[in-house]
């Protein structure tokens, strides 16, 4: 999808031969690799670390990383087209993708020394390294300046001290980009972000999380106790981190509102194939209107969240600003991705309400985009504080 920004009524929505090969190949992938093992997944919360591994062979764990540092080298567009895909096939691996790409990964790409980059953009961008990202803490979640996790300096080191929970990839995770008080309370330069590898004395992973859904992506604690850190794993200036991570979820954000578009399309499909094989009164349910103007409805928001995604995309890959813009397809896609999970259940009826069909897999994987990486009422904030400011 081409938008000319000067008149933003002018859309081309034809896909580059890049989007179109990347969601071919995703699909290939995902019905060799995913399709066959993501119940097994679910079902016992497992993590599937090799899948993620063969992901990067095919450069999907580095897809906005530039080929210099062994990443794809691609632009938001692709970027969104490989989470949709992912994510229509299975959620939880939608998540995992888009937090190592977009969080982990994108926070050293954006903000990191070159000698950092150097260091471990080749290793996240292969997928030889998972990354996981820490800000969120048991206390402070919305809420995330408030942070009570302390790095205080000591000589050329500084000593961690706290606790980060929900953390995707906080078990498996071999480096964690982590955002910790610095400073006072109550001042937004008073946070740091540090690169923290797994093994690093002090750092360790706590209890992991039994979910509803995305039972694939793994989320866990992460401790830190007395955790010395050398200052040259600091990422840019020290009391930047806090303004850092808000500019790096603008980006996160347009990643769950693909992750949001991938399970709402899973779920609407599942729906509009079953509603003409199933039958009632000796019909297809797909000719009751009640089940029509459903199937309609979710068409119509979907085709409405992808105009909103590729719009903050294409505004991203021209370097503009984004906070508005993500925020809003990040609320809009999330809140129809939980809509047309649940349609989605209601027109498989019993059967959608079992784990013979897919429809109760993607309403359980919906209900966290419309929380992760800030919740709908906190989308609402940054959109409303852009429009009244
Ligand atoms: C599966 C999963 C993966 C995650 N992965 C990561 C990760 O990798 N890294 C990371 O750092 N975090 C991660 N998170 C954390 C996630 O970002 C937080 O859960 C989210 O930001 C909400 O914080 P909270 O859970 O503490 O809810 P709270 O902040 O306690 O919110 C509770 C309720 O109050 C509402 N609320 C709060 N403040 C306001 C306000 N000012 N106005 C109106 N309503 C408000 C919220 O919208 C919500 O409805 C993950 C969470 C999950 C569930």
Not at 205 to 217: F, I, Q
Not at 270 to 284: D, T
Not at 303 to 320: C, H
Not at 347 to 370: H, M, N, Q, S, V
């Amino acid at each position: 999808m081409q938008i000319n920004n000067e008149n933003p009524l002018e859309i081309s929505f034809e896909e580059t031969e890049n989007q179109k090969m990347v969601a071919q190949m995703i699909r290939d992938f995902g019905s060799r690799e995913i399709k066959p093992k993501m119940m097994e997944w679910d079902d016992a919360q497992i993590f599937p670390v090799d899948l993620f591994k063969k992901m990067g062979e095919l450069g999907l764990m580095g897809v906005l990383v530039p080929e210099a540092y062994g990443g794809s080298g691609f632009s938001y567009m692709e970027y969104v087209t490989a989470i949709a895909e992912i994510s229509k096939i299975d959620g939880s691996i939608g998540l995992s993708m888009a937090a190592h790409n977009s969080l982990c990964t994108n926070h050293i790409l954006q903000f990191a020394s070159e000698e950092q980059k150097q260091k471990y953009l080749p290793k996240l961008a292969t997928g030889e390294w998972i990354g996981a990202w820490g800000l969120t803490e048991p206390n402070t979640g919305s809420d995330a300046g408030n942070m009570r996790t302390v790095a205080e300096k000591n000589g050329d080191y500084y000593v961690i001290n706290g606790a980060k929970n929900f953390i995707t990839h906080g078990r498996s995770g071999n480096v964690a980009v982590v955002i910790v008080r610095t400073g006072p309370v109550g001042d937004s330069h008073s946070m740091t972000a540090f690169i923290i590898e797994k093994g690093t004395p002090g750092f360790s992973a706590g209890k992991k999380e039994n979910k509803l859904g995305m039972r694939a992506s793994e989320t866990a604690e992460l401790i830190f106790s007395d955790c010395r850190v050398h200052q040259s794993q600091v990422i840019g200036k020290v009391g930047d981190g806090f303004i850092q991570s808000l500019k790096v979820l603008d980006g996160g954000r347009i990643s769950i509102a693909a992750l949001s578009l991938g399970i709402a399309v899973g779920a609407y499909e599942a729906a509009l194939k079953y509603s003409k094989e199933r039958h009632q009164f000796n019909k297809p349910i797909s000719s009751f209107q009640g089940i029509a103007f459903k199937l309609a409805d979710m068409a119509t928001k979907i085709e409405a969240a992808r105009l909103l995604i590729f719009r903050a995309a294409d505004m991203k890959n021209k370097g503009l600003d984004v906070n508005k813009e993500s925020a809003m397809a990040k609320l809009y896609a999330s809140e129809i991705c939980v809509e047309v999970a649940t349609e989605g259940v209601q027109i498989f009826g019993g059967y959608g309400y079992t784990k013979d069909f897919p429809a109760e897999k993607y309403y359980r994987d919906a209900k966290l985009c419309t929380i992760g990486e800030g919740t709908s009422e906190i989308q609402k904030l940054v959109i409303s504080r852009s429009i009244l400011k």
